[in-house]
């Protein structure tokens, strides 16, 4: 997470992977935002802010 963003509050629940090489990682903050790395954690990227708290994510796997 970059230095200057990573003060959030994260449950245990709301954090996933995927089945993809490199594994993909997500989760989901107190705040409402949704974080996501599709290289395992090198680059974080916010995809999804105004939600209300999380309290689970999910990795699914979408049809190609």
């Not at 959030?8 to 790395?37: C, I, N």
């Not at 680059?43 to 979408?62: M, T």
Request: aromatic letters at 12%; one cysteine or more; glycine letters at 12%.
């Amino acid at each position: 997470m970059p230095r200057s963003l990573g003060w959030f509050t994260v449950k245990r629940q709301s954090m996933s992977g995927d089945a993809h090489d490199p594994v993909g990682l997500y989760f989901g903050t107190a705040g409402g935002e949704v974080w996501a790395s599709r290289n395992e954690g090198e680059k974080w990227s916010c995809i999804a802010r105004h939600f209300p708290e999380s309290y689970a994510v999910e990795a699914v796997e979408l049809g190609r």
